[in-house]
């Protein structure tokens, strides 16, 4: 029955409101983008991942999901490949930090005081945070100064002795797990028919001097679009992520939002 | 396979990208909101309903259609119940044109020249077409000056037999229809598991007087937030409706975007 | 003597702030635009237009008339032929926004705790809504919680029995009453030498799809750039229309801004 | 017969559009204001002087009169006494800038080319100026680089020979005619019936520390809200005013727009 | 010892935490731009001179110097040569009030509640006010309304006898002393290695019509960038003007900051 | 002699046209901050050093050093201890990325072509990155479409042989970096005036779980406001660190503008 649905906008007005109305309920709000990720997946992998981690975590905690960003900030060349690349549909930095403040204070308006941003697209960061600083911000000068946020990326969670075991030949390092072993084998464990493994292009991990160049040098991206090879993506390893990292933040979310 | 999806963001970026750079496939995107309808019906019926006939026309007429914008304007009291309610999550108007002229921009610079922006909630229409006016200019002022876009709500598509048909007792109006027979009929044909209808309540039309008052007043609101009684509201009546419109904007975007 | 001026910007400031300062005298505010109205009118119908409701319900309610808004909205080419036109000159939306954010607020630092909008151009409409919205807001970070706004547009007074009377050949809707019999009928009453009806050109109502083009499509919009033939005007109809506005307007602030 | 009218929204389009259409013919945009004029004066004395010297100027150089700014910069207090004061009633300087710019780049797709902004309250000054910057860039950037654009504020135009005739004890300085002989004595030349004399409160002039102050400091604004005692103001000296400003402009426009 | 500096930042946090966060001890904020100053001076004089008053200013005071504002707004024709310039190097209005309202508004949260602008280049002006005006409002919201802030030029503290010393054949007017005799004097008392008085130009102070035009007119601006001729300049006025200006401060601060 | 000066602002304006009309020269922009670190260092340490950086590769390469951007955004509690800190004097997200588009512009219309921005403040990053696509958009549509720009962090060109050699006991992370070690050594060796290495306080390496929250909680941040300790921080550590991003930024610069 949708009434007992963790999304929010699944629920008629009398159901969320009865739950968010004292504010003890955290919100949880996917913040994804629409880029391209390789010959291998789809360009919604960073929505959906997200969408999933917070559904996991909100039924864990007895939380909400509220409905995610669908477009995020332009994609880098070092961490997502460039914003120059076919498919990627990005916002301006003022847009995504305008969008979740006004989406922040509105959830506050309806009492919620505790929310977690749960970011899939790595390139949203800093606009996040500014968000919130402009949110938290204007909720002061409206008299609301009880509102707390978390905000992660869901792959912060995956500990050290995990990636050993995921990436037994060493580990690339986040910034360039675009498309690669991560969020594929987490697609793989999720919505393995979208995931083309046999259209994935083995490469080197992607190597970039220690400077960004604007525009982009087209010719720094692999040609496939992904930063690291995605060939070694299992199941069975998008399990483990999945585990280690809704583990995490259902710990993380318990202990700044406790009771 | 996904590669074939209608959902431009279903597909790896180079079969996005050998449908768009041409400029011929037209994409189509959803515009809805998180908004209360009442307390038979979800929060995002603004969102479901405009992808849903995103996604029949799009079949139909060989487009894509691109993620749905979540959230949109501040709901209005005489045409969804006013923004005071809880639940109803909306963005500041400045919010959604920028959001709205980035991401069009972004398709542009794909190679899509014909665009057309599906409205599911009655409040974004303006916003919309500024978005849009900013976004032709900042393309203009970027030397692209073929780009098409068709703007409609598809409620805008029921013609005065159809009206009549399921309007027997008479047509409130569109404005007041929210949460009311034409939305809950559609919700039925298509997401009937997501439909109380047990728990609608009936009500006589909502009466406004020829003016705004701000800040609202909560009394002019029916207390469902419903402005019309979706009693009457039907699985058949709404596949009619589907029918009616999926047919009159498939016609409209032959018409516009021939060939 | 000017001092008794219903126009608050024909006073000097002492017997402004003698009137204002305790927030009981409303204060209107009328806003237009300069756009075309075709062969047979001048372009600031939109402010001729409200400016003399807006005096005509002062003298009546005991209010005061702020400066109008001489620029409004962008034109829309089904309700006002297109901003493409030659003579229309318009603002972003953004701009119309924060002038009226920013005015109200002065008003309010003034004391003025009653305001209402009178609106003479359809497009404006949503970007009231949105200046109000924002003006609130801030007014409410200031501390100030008690400014009531009306919002009203003088078209919305003509009930069904005039629509009738006036209209004995069927009644258009307003949206294409652009240039047509209504605002040419209030013209030949208010400022007959303004008004060329020997040049109006007689065509039939425009007709257009459900649904919008962007850029606007030249040869949607009638030569003339009326929407509706002004032919049938007549001063007596003029008069017609001024007194039942009029009154409603008058009946609507009495209600809402007692005592 | 207002089709000969030099407001340019008294023209029917097509009118307008014959006369600006090859860009010869200049316009004039009155920039004022609603602000404070002491106890002996209205608040739109900014508003009514430069919309009569651009009708004369534009009388005498085949010009049109665009719709005046009707609100304006933030009162300065060494300038204007302040906008703290009861009755201004101001812009944001961003505001400003920006329906500025809109209106700017306006009138150059119509297809003028030659404008002149006719300032009435000098703390518009700057955001004129930016306002114009801004106009200019966006219309280079949409292909349009041949607009020229004067501003002026009327009072630099009288020379120091009229100085000295129409203040034989001595010239405080523009920045403190504030509500003082100039305006009072234009408005008595132009619109006496708005000018109370009696009213007139003597005092010497506002004398100020040379730097400012925030928030401003009450007491350093004469309690009549004018910086200058406007006693010696005459209609006799408003003729010479109206005079040397009409001729001075007139002969500036004729350098800058030959031909 | 660095601690004991008058420059903010180059105290180690405790210290300036220390000195305030009761909210005695003014802070000096120093406003300048990058512009060209002619053949003989460097492009950043706006900022070195108002750096060097404030900071004598400070030691004289007891306050603190804040970092610079190392670019300022555009330069005008007749004040500044032009933006048209190579070298000049400008923000725009907007940019110069967001940065200036941030600053104010974190130096408030430390504590403090004196400020002092010290302006070194003319056209910041206004958009100062702004800055100042935003920034207060905004504290307002934020429940702080007891910060004050003095706005000042250095020049405006030469008195009527020094100009008459100083500029023996006729003061030209401090608009276009730029680059001529006061700044280039105070530049040979403070950084002689840094003026190059043998490149100055010789021209007789540029004259300007009482009206701008846009884009500027390069011919009106002398050849050397300057607007009056800086040969007059000496070490000597440079000290005297120090001297002049540097009381003049110090005493309106003690004024407005006292005990 | 100062017209051989590598800062820009040092040169009057013919001696840096001549250098940089053809567009070969590159320029460096620092982009610093005011900004606590920690009990023995002063507050602008992050324009310190970039300063440092840019103006020895320039020398190296023949470069320009523009006036550095004297406030960055805002502390992140986990890279600089929280912007709630005493000191840290911020900017917003938009007013940087604006800073920053306005100034590449400028240096655009001069005629520079190559671009180098020397960021000294980690949480510059992002902003910087939309400050340079704004202005290479706004320079596109402007028509100049050949400017190249280098962003780098001076730390990112510290190699790992070379972080062994600073860190035996093991590298924190650039990160926590804050006030430790790197930044501590380089200003040893650069202004050892300014650091009271007496005054640092010996901590272990701040600690943070793998999320943020906001408002941030001052108990994450150690007293001292550095992350980590600066003890092990030397002069020759200082000097190695010099080596080394110099010599790595100057083959950067060789790389990317050759010739």
Redesign the interface.
Known sequence: M??D?VF???????D??AK??DGTVPILIPIGS?E?????????VD?LLPVEFARRVAESIGALV??????G??S?QKSGGG?H???????????L???LR??IK??AR??VRRICLVNGHF?N???I??G???A???L???GIDDV?????SYW??VDKATIAKLYPDGFPGWEIEHGGVLETSLMLALHP??V?LE?AIEHAPASF???????PKPEWTPQS?TLSSPKQASEEKGRILLDVCVR?IVD?LR??FPG
């Open positions: 949708p009434a649905s929010a906008a699944e629920l008629p007005w009398p969320y409101d968010v109305r629409m391209q990720h390789g010959h291998h997946m789809p360009m919604h929505v509220a409905p995610p960003f669908t477009y900030y332009k880098h914003n690349l076919p498919g990627t549909t990005s916002l301006d930095g003022a847009t930090v305008a969008a006004d989406v509105e959830f309806h009492g390139e960061s800093w606009f945070i500014e919130i600083d402009l938290l911000r204007e002061r000068w409206g707390k946020i978390v905000v992660l912060d969670f028919h979208m083309h259209r001097p220690p400077y960004d160049v604007y525009p679009g995490g993380a202990t700044e």
